[in-house]
């Protein structure tokens, strides 16, 4: 049961902490991905939207209920509630890069240190007061607030939140310190750059201009929204009415959509799926998302100091072979780099085939014979997930080349601990987003919390001038080369992309498969057809 | 996943009070019966002086009750800090800032002594404030509030259905010990007893909500704003669960116990006495084979009023078990310390209750 929460949590609630990392590469480039959302469309249905009905959703996020603050949500079920609570500047596109939204227009300037947002006209809150440059400036001040304690302070700390000047009654300049310029807007802001009154409260005052207001929170219970009939998108929402429950077990969350008591479920684990392929009355939404699982090598501690070992591993797994296990299919093999949706990916790159002979012969050589590791796997409740199929997958696969692998599960708080960077061997997955943001993260010398303890000088000067360049043609080489470096010398095994599996009633309009990871959260897209 | 199952009960003996059959009320009774001719007792005065030592009895229970608590409250405390990682590291994720984790431990007051921490807590909660959720910033007495609601209806709606399932069937098996039913349904209870209480839920969701018939609602959704009574759907299913894991327990024990008795002499000799059947076992028998019941009712309760976590998984019933198990999972310390001072009064009052029903039924320590 214990292996089946990791399963299942690595989808949903990896979105927690990881859903700061969702962006795309492409603000700046005017990037559309061609290649096509994939996944089955479950049902032809009447396309015309219908207005009116309540859509209830069930969700599962661990143990933690979560609150309603715009620029905080430490839970899954937090960023889905900001979803329909609070609109942003930006919000995502089907191929997770970030589309306008409140903002009407974006200047950057070239090494992306001053930004210009002005706000689109006649915009309003849910409770009657118009958006102006004064709550755009108080939003930016609150989210980046070290006082605020915000998980995602590390992306926004860089914004000169006491310089920040409002140029007229919709715009306002935002000055980036510290040569960071892309990371802290726009891809951060989506996920928690709600935009809030002056008068905002997250607990007595959760006011937005999401298309729903907040009509009752019951915290790890259930929540429930109406709809805000002046939503800055004209004739949406359609819904009247939003319920999100929260669950805590994944079966009674489907037994709930089977016998009808909730619509729609996302990021459900896929050996549910096999079985409701074919209910008649469910429709499932196949996401080919470029979120990735992996295996983290800490590189810091032996016996991946030495250079040999860490290419043995990364040669011994079979990763098809995990997918089909461990991922019950429904993943993409990886080439251990992240991003593959960015522009700026290097798919020239060539894919790491499975070599056991030669992963065997490389820790031969390193004098490793007969090594034991111990891989550390969370259980999926918080922000990372693990997942014990993958760990027991992987292990045995290093059986046969003569590698022992402890798995070692631990709890989510125990896994994000203060132990958290000192693991010698441990999963991990993450949620799309674009190469600066996740390297942010991940692997680059401002992560808070590099696991693989991946540092080279080279690597670092190319990110450095990557994430204060806005022209994409020349930022395009610099990430080329950096990805080079880590496909060489890093520390993960990126061994799957993803994919999310959503379910739905069939009476559920607007579901159609994304490149991104929530077609569910579209709340201001969704409706319900009666008359099915 | 091992706290998912509910406790086994069959390995605790309830004879806290330890009672021996053979000198319960029958024996008292009898005797009175024989001494029929003398000098009628003076029921009256003893009675006030019965009550007023169970009085003196019960208050001493209950003051060394109270005591209890701080005792649990700074036990608790304290093992919340020997957890690996602390609440602030929890709420903010594996990839949160040191700077964020140090200015949220400094406003969530983790960086003081745990002596002034505790301080901190105890005084408002003395006045029954017991603090803001460090997960969901809410007061926690509003938080658990319905929660506790939840779980108590649920119990009772149990109790009410398991009592008197278990004693008309313990009964029946007991004065049929041997026949055919007998035999099958001691089969059937300890089969019942073996399915893990997960399996029995998922058993009950399959038969009775999705895949046979579609009665009742797969999972509990309960409105907090609507008056319970009018969502008593929802309960049938977690009721029908708890039952079932609970009544192998209890109908052997009753079965077992009465069993015991019918064999024990002064039944013997109040049949050899002449006294009508019926009489010997509805007026001598029972009595005395309830009172091991009742302690055993006693440990049921308590076992589901904090581990009813089962069937608040399986049917997203939103109990107490489940607050608990996530507060501790997220170390939200203010909830874990409500939770578990509301737990251990319920157990304590539970057991005072046992106790103080076991000494009105028993004429031996009532008088003592």
Not at chain 1, 16 to 35: E, F, H, I, T, V
Request: hydrophobic residues 45%.
């Amino acid at each position: 049961m214990a292996s089946e929460l990791s399963r299942r949590g690595f989808l949903i609630q990896g979105a927690a902490l990881g859903g700061s990392l969702l962006l795309g590469g492409g603000l700046l480039s005017g990037c559309q991905d061609d290649k096509a959302a994939t996944g089955h469309r479950a049902s032809v249905q009447s396309t015309t939207p219908q207005y009116g009905g309540r859509l209830r959703m069930g969700i599962i996020d661990g143990s933690k209920a979560g609150d309603l603050d715009a620029h905080k949500p430490t839970t899954a079920s937090a960023i889905i509630r900001g979803f329909a609570l609070y609109s942003k500047l930006w919000e995502w596109s089907e191929h997770m890069t970030p589309d306008l939204a409140l903002a009407e227009e974006v200047e950057v300037n070239d090494d992306a240190t001053l930004w210009t947002i002005r706000l689109k006209k006649d915009l309003e809150f849910h409770h009657g007061k118009t958006i102006t440059a004064d709550d755009l400036i108080f939003s930016t001040r609150r989210l980046s607030d070290p006082e605020l304690a915000s998980p995602y302070l590390g992306y926004v700390k860089w914004i000169d939140r006491d310089n920040l000047v409002k140029l007229d009654e919709r715009t306002v300049q935002i000055p980036i310190r510290g040569g960071t310029g892309l990371l802290s807007l726009p891809d951060a802001w989506v996920n928690f750059g709600g935009i809030v009154p002056v008068d905002y409260h997250p607990v007595t005052n959760p006011v937005g201009a999401g298309p729903f207001r907040l009509k009752e929170f019951v915290p790890g219970q259930r929540s429930v929204f109406t709809r805000f009939e002046n939503f800055y998108k004209s004739g949406q929402p359609y819904l009247d009415e939003l319920e999100i429950i929260d669950f805590k077990d994944e079966y009674a969350r489907i037994s709930a959509l089977l016998s009808g008591q909730i619509d729609m479920a996302n990021g459900v684990a896929p050996e549910q799926i096999t079985a409701l392929k074919r209910h008649e009355a469910i429709q499932v939404i196949t996401n080919q998302t470029h979120g990735f699982q992996s295996i983290d090598l800490n590189l810091s501690l032996p016996p991946f100091q030495d250079d040999r070992v860490r290419q043995a591993f990364r040669l011994m797994i079979d990763r098809q072979e995990v997918i089909d296990r461990a991922l019950a299919g429904q993943g993409r093999i990886a080439n251990d780099l992240y991003a593959p949706l960015d522009p700026t990916f290097n798919s020239a790159i060539p894919q790491r085939q499975y070599d056991p002979e030669q992963a065997r012969s490389l820790i031969k050589q390193a004098g490793y014979e007969g090594l034991t590791v111990e891989l550390t796997v969370g259980p999926g409740l918080s922000a990372v997930a693990g997942g014990s199929p993958v760990a027991q997958v992987f292990a045995a696969q290093a059986k046969k080349i003569g590698v022992n692998i402890k798995v070692n599960q631990v709890d989510a708080a125990t896994f994000g601990g203060p132990k958290r960077a000192d693991w010698q061997l441990s999963c991990n997955s993450k949620l799309g987003g674009s190469f600066l943001h996740t390297a942010a993260t991940v692997d680059s010398f401002l992560s808070s919390a590099n696991k693989t303890h991946f540092a080279d000088e080279r690597f670092d000067a190319l990110f450095r001038q990557a994430i204060s360049t806005k022209d994409l043609e020349k930022r395009t080489p610099l990430v080329h080369e950096a990805q080079q470096i880590q496909h060489e010398k890093g520390g993960l095994i990126i061994w799957s992309y993803v994919n999310t599996l959503d379910l739905a009633a069939k009476h559920v309009g607007g579901l159609t498969p994304e490149r991104s990871h929530f077609p569910t959260w579209r709340f201001d897209k969704l409706w319900l057809n009666q008359s099915v | 996943m091992q706290n998912l199952e509910l406790k086994d009960f069959s390995s605790v003996t309830p004879a806290r009070i330890s009672l021996p059959a053979k000198a319960g009320p029958i024996a008292l009774g009898l005797a009175e019966a024989a001494e029929h001719t003398g000098p009628p007792p003076s029921h009256v005065r003893k009675k006030s002086i019965v009550s007023a030592n169970l009085l003196k009895w019960i208050v001493k229970r209950t003051l060394s009750s109270i005591l209890g608590l701080f005792a649990i409250s700074i036990l608790v405390f304290v093992a919340t800090q020997a957890l690996p990682s602390d609440p602030a590291r929890v709420i903010l994720g594996p990839e949160a800032s040191e700077e964020a984790i140090q200015t949220l431990h400094h406003q969530l007051g983790l960086d003081q002594s745990l002596a002034a921490q505790y301080g901190h807590w105890i005084k408002p909660a003395l006045l029954g404030d017991f603090g803001i959720s460090i997960d969901s910033k809410m007061p926690v007495v509003d938080l658990i509030a319905g929660k506790v609601k939840n779980t108590l209806i649920l119990l009772g709606l149990t109790l009410l259905v398991l009592i008197p399932a278990a004693f008309t069937l313990g009964i029946y098996l007991a004065l049929h010990k041997d026949a055919l039913l007998d035999r099958l349904t001691i089969s059937f209870l300890i089969f019942v007893k073996a399915v893990p209480s997960f399996a029995i839920a998922y058993g009950l969701v399959m038969l009775l909500s999705t895949l046979v018939f579609n009665l009742f609602p797969a999972v509990s959704l309960i409105q907090a704003n609507q008056p319970l009574w009018s969502q008593l759907q929802f309960m049938v299913l977690p009721m029908l669960t708890l039952v079932l894991s609970s009544l192998p327990y209890l109908v052997r024990l009753i079965r077992g116990s009465l069993i015991e008795v019918l064999q024990s002499d002064f039944i013997i000799s109040a049949h050899l006495r002449g006294l009508d059947k019926k009489q010997i076992i509805w007026k001598y028998a029972i009595p005395n084979a309830v009172i091991p019941a009742i302690q055993a009712i006693a440990l049921i309760s308590s076992v589901l009023l904090g581990g009813a976590l089962v069937v608040e998984v399986v049917f997203a019933y939103p109990g107490i078990g489940s607050a608990l198990n996530a507060a501790v999972d997220i170390r939200d310390i203010p909830v874990i310390q409500a939770v578990v001072i509301f737990l251990a009064s319920g157990v304590m009052a539970i057991n005072l209750l046992a106790d103080v029903v076991t000494v009105l039924l028993t004429p031996k320590l009532r008088t003592a």
